[in-house]
């Protein structure tokens, strides 16, 4: 008999009544090591004192109003992220994959205002993930994401992982956007080089495609910058935001240029409950304290402490890792073999880690981790790797 909740996910024999901090309390009292952070989401840990303040003073006022009004908590993020982006505008919604349907309209509808409405395609890249929606399998056109719900939305053109010559030959005149992460967070954190990035950037410009970067998983200062295009001093055009913007509220937003939104006006898009009071005033606490670049240089040290420590984990146990890759606090390590096993062996260690694409291991926890913690995490999954071990030996 199919359970009363949609069985699309294969799920851990665990669960959890209460959070504090890097850590997740089960109903029993025991404690897990939580390196996942619901996926990038708790940017700032389990019941932050100040987005538990902010949720409580907003929700005892007002928790929803439509967007026929204007909302000072909307207005409020919004100019925090102009403030401290590239973009001169922003429609916040409630997911990452609802923030990449909007930068495909977008994209299209500049170049539909643009007199060009042929020029629809959308460059994506193999090993992609933009989210679930009909459109967001699409842009990242992998099979197991695709099989069995087509007919696909139809514009899209995915390329090779890092073919230069596949990326020059296909970006064109039809070409609106070319969209990515510059860190492939479900595709195994694969860092896109820097200097890529910015050969991208010149690519868009001479052709005149859109660069839309997801910043989902990579974003809200996971990577020691604010955003991780920063790192490569480049700009996007359109860019999507999500995961950590909320900190554990359901929150996305499309950040963007005026040139590049200019045809969104009154009518082209909406959310009923995107930009709504509750997740904006959450929002908002969440970038004032991530935005402090005091904040982001205590990510980077603690990224490079964190690495330094894993390169010594890998060195010590050559037959279980491969290798570190990342940057800042999104750090994979790569597994000889698929990591689900790690991950396992890591539960029986009360530490809890995410599986990605092409055997990586990821380590996404809070930014504001302790630094004893991130020590703690190396010391459990170094048991771990040692059981596995003897479990391989024996
Ligand atoms: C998680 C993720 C999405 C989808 O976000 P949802 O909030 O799950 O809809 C899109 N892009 C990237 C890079 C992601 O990591």
């Given at each position: 008999?199919?359970?009363?909740?949609?069985?699309?996910?294969?799920?851990?024999?665990?669960?959890?009544?209460?959070?504090?901090?890097?850590?997740?309390?089960?109903?029993?009292?025991?404690?897990?090591?939580?390196?996942?952070?619901?996926?990038?989401?708790?940017?700032?840990?389990?019941?932050?004192?100040?987005?538990?303040?902010?949720?409580?003073?907003?929700?005892?006022?007002?928790?929803?109003?439509?967007?026929?009004?204007s909302?000072?908590?909307?207005?409020?993020?919004?100019?925090?992220?102009?403030?401290?982006?590239?973009?001169?505008?922003?429609?916040?919604?409630?997911?990452?994959?609802?923030?990449a349907?909007?930068?495909?309209?977008?994209?299209?509808?500049?170049?539909?205002?643009?007199?060009?409405?042929?020029?629809?395609?959308?460059?994506?890249?193999?090993?992609?993930?933009?989210?679930?929606?009909?459109?967001?399998?699409?842009?990242?056109?992998?099979?197991?994401?695709?099989?069995?719900?087509?007919?696909?939305?139809?514009?899209?053109?995915?390329?090779?992982?890092?073919?230069?010559?596949?990326?020059?030959?296909?970006?064109?005149?039809?070409?609106?956007?070319?969209?990515?992460?510059?860190?492939?967070?479900?595709?195994?954190?694969?860092?896109?080089?820097?200097?890529?990035?910015?050969?991208?950037?010149?690519?868009?410009?001479?052709?005149?495609?859109?660069?839309?970067?997801?910043?989902?998983?990579?974003?809200?200062?996971?990577?020691?910058?604010?955003?991780?295009?920063?790192?490569?001093?480049?700009?996007?055009?359109?860019m999507?935001?999500a995961?950590?913007?909320?900190?554990?509220?359901?929150?996305?937003?499309v950040?963007?240029?005026?040139?590049?939104?200019?045809?969104?006006?009154?009518?082209?898009?909406?959310?009923?409950?995107?930009?709504?009071?509750?997740?904006?005033?959450?929002?908002?606490?969440?970038?004032?304290?991530?935005?402090?670049?005091?904040?982001?240089?205590?990510?980077?040290?603690?990224?490079?402490?964190?690495?330094?420590k894993?390169?010594?984990?890998?060195?010590?146990?050559?037959?279980?890792?491969?290798?570190?890759?990342?940057?800042?606090?999104?750090?994979g390590?790569k597994?000889?073999?698929?990591?689900?096993?790690?991950?396992?062996?890591?539960?029986?260690?009360h530490?809890?880690?995410?599986?990605?694409?092409?055997?990586?291991?990821?380590?996404?926890?809070?930014?504001?981790?302790?630094?004893?913690?991130l020590a703690?995490?190396?010391?459990?999954?170094?048991?771990a790797?040692?059981?596995?071990?003897?479990?391989?030996?024996?």
């Amino acid at each position: 008999m199919i359970p009363a909740v949609l069985p699309t996910y294969t799920r851990a024999p665990l669960s959890f009544v209460r959070g504090e901090g890097s850590w997740l309390v089960a109903g029993d009292g025991s404690r897990y090591l939580d390196l996942g952070a619901g996926i990038a989401v708790n940017a700032l840990g389990h019941a932050h004192p100040a987005l538990v303040a902010a949720l409580g003073a907003q929700a005892a006022q007002l928790w929803h109003v439509s967007n026929l009004y204007s909302i000072p908590q909307q207005e409020k993020l919004a100019a925090l992220l102009v403030e401290h982006s590239f973009a001169d505008t922003v429609f916040f919604t409630n997911s990452g994959t609802e923030a990449a349907e909007l930068a495909i309209k977008m994209a299209r509808k500049s170049w539909y205002d643009q007199g060009q409405p042929e020029r629809t395609e959308i460059v994506t890249f193999e090993g992609a993930f933009h989210g679930r929606s009909t459109g967001a399998i699409a842009a990242a056109g992998s099979e197991k994401m695709t099989k069995g719900f087509g007919p696909l939305m139809p514009g899209f053109h995915v390329l090779p992982f890092g073919d230069h010559d596949a990326l020059r030959a296909a970006v064109t005149d039809r070409t609106a956007a070319v969209m990515l992460e510059p860190i492939q967070g479900e595709g195994g954190i694969r860092v896109l080089p820097d200097a890529c990035l910015k050969g991208l950037r010149d690519l868009c410009d001479a052709t005149g495609a859109l660069m839309i970067l997801d910043e989902v998983q990579c974003g809200m200062g996971r990577t020691g910058k604010l955003f991780a295009h920063e790192w490569a001093g480049i700009t996007p055009d359109i860019m999507m935001v999500a995961k950590g913007i909320g900190g554990g509220f359901p929150l996305g937003a499309v950040l963007a240029t005026e040139r590049a939104a200019s045809g969104m006006v009154a009518g082209t898009h909406g959310s009923t409950y995107g930009g709504n009071p509750l997740g904006c005033a959450v929002g908002a606490a969440v970038v004032g304290i991530i935005a402090d670049p005091a904040f982001l240089a205590e990510v980077t040290r603690k990224g490079a402490l964190f690495r330094q420590k894993l390169e010594g984990l890998v060195a010590a146990h050559p037959t279980v890792f491969e290798g570190v890759r990342g940057q800042g606090l999104m750090l994979g390590l790569k597994c000889r073999a698929a990591p689900a096993e790690v991950v396992k062996a890591g539960y029986a260690q009360h530490l809890l880690t995410v599986p990605a694409a092409d055997n990586v291991l990821r380590l996404l926890p809070a930014l504001n981790i302790p630094d004893a913690d991130l020590a703690e995490a190396v010391v459990r999954l170094d048991r771990a790797a040692t059981l596995l071990e003897k479990a391989a030996v024996a």
